[in-house]
Every structure is written in C-alpha cells, then in structure tokens.
T-cell receptor, first 109, second 116 residues
Framework: RKEVEQDPGPFNVPEGATVAFNCTYSNSASQSFFWYRQDCRKEPKLLMSVYSSGNEDGRFTAQLNRASQYISLLIRDSKLSDSATYLCGITDSWGKLQFGAGTQVVVTP | GAVVSQHPSRVICKSGTSVKIECRSLDFQATTMFWYRQFPKQSLMLMATSNEGSKATYEQGVEKDKFLINHASLTLSTLTVTSAHPEDSSFYIC????????????FGSGTRLTVV
C-alpha cells in the first residue's frame, strides 16, 4: 500500500464549477500536510498548508481529517488557469515530505 | 521568500558518463535538503535526504553508489548521477526547508536529465 494515495483523475470541470478531491495517507504519525500545484515539467508550487481546523484561501478550501487519515481540496468557481496537477504532500515525524501521485484537473470553457 | 536555485535546468549526457546537479539555498541556511525524482506521469519520489556535514540517507531501493550526494555547506547540496544510463533519464528536483521562515519546503526548478 502506498503511503500517500490520490485519485489520478483527470477531473474534467466546466469553468465556474466546483471540484473537490481527496488524498489519503497511511502513516498515523504524519505531521504536516500540504497541497501543491504542479504544472507540466515544472517544480511544485505550494498552494496551501492544511490544518485540522480547515483553512480557506480565496477559492480554495482545504480540510484535514486525522481520524480517517485524509486531506481534501475544494476549488470553487474554477478558472481555466486552475488546470494543473494537484499534489498532496505529507511529512513524517522526521520531516521527510512525501507526495501522492497527483490529481489532474482540467477546466474546460 | 526563500529561494532554492538548481542547476543545470536541462542536461543531455552520453551513457556511462556522470552528471552533477547543484542545489543552492540563496537566502537561508539549509541543514537538510531533499532530492526527488519524477518519471513522466508519475509522482515525485523521494530519493534521499541530504544532511550538511554528514552522510545522506537514502530511501529504499535507491543506490547510494550511483546517486552520490554531497552537502558540504549550509547552502549547497549536490547530486551526482554516476555512470548514467538511459533509464536514469528523469526530472530531478531538490527541496529545502526554511526553518528560519515558516518552515515551509522550497523547491528548486528541477533538472531534466536525458541520457542518450
């Protein structure tokens, strides 16, 4: 079983719609949680950190569910520019950041 | 914000040669850096953790004699792919954690290695 798992998608989303997806993790001792965005052939860019209380940054909302061991990302009012691969990143107790395989989102006009 | 500079961005080398990739933290000290590899349409896979002044720790399945890591200073880590083969062609990327800032991970821009 992989330590960090994501639905690879693609999620085809009409412009203006809402899309949400999860990332599950197997290590209950995981420390920190992040969502990154990766565009083709580029380095990942931090989208937001994820906290148990949930957090929102504009059209993006992230949640952490420690009991069920998953994090989620919701994108509202999708823009064409939101098309990308979204990676969840999770650190262990040693500070090593591991990634899921990524969820591809394609926003269509 | 914290910046990590990675060079070269692209390299093509002949099979059997070695390639060195450099990763520098420009405005912070990085006692630890992480090296990842990403094959097409796959995730970033952690290869090793580079520790300043000590030996790197490698993830399971990563050959330490093939992927030499040196972290001689608080701002520089290097990854050398020795005796490269076509199957080593991949996207290599480094990351460092800025403990002086918000403790977030900053990534280099990556190196696309093609072995011919």
């Amino acid at each position: 079983r992989k330590e960090v798992e994501q639905d690879p998608g693609p999620f085809n989303v009409p412009e203006g719609a809402t899309v949400a997806f999860n990332c599950t993790y197997s290590n209950s001792a995981s420390q920190s949680f992040f969502w990154y965005r990766q565009d083709c052939r580029k380095e990942p860019k931090l989208l937001m950190s994820v906290y148990s209380s949930g957090n929102e940054d504009g059209r993006f909302t992230a949640q952490l569910n420690r009991a069920s061991q998953y994090i989620s990302l919701l994108i509202r009012d999708s823009k064409l520019s939101d098309s990308a691969t979204y990676l969840c990143g999770i650190t262990d107790s040693w500070g090593k950041l591991q990634f899921g395989a990524g969820t591809q989102v394609v926003v269509t006009p | 914000g914290a910046v990590v500079s990675q060079h070269p961005s692209r390299v093509i080398c002949k099979s059997g040669t070695s390639v060195k990739i450099e990763c520098r933290s420009l405005d912070f000290q990085a006692t630890t850096m992480f090296w990842y590899r990403q094959f097409p349409k796959q995730s970033l896979m952690l290869m090793a953790t580079s520790n300043e002044g000590s030996k790197a720790t490698y993830e399971q399945g990563v050959e330490k004699d093939k992927f030499l890591i040196n972290h001689a200073s608080l701002t520089l880590s290097t990854l050398t792919v020795t005796s490269a083969h076509p199957e080593d062609s991949s996207f290599y990327i480094c990351s460092a954690r800025d403990w002086g800032g918000q403790g977030l991970y900053t990534f280099g821009s990556g190196t696309r290695l093609t072995v011919v």
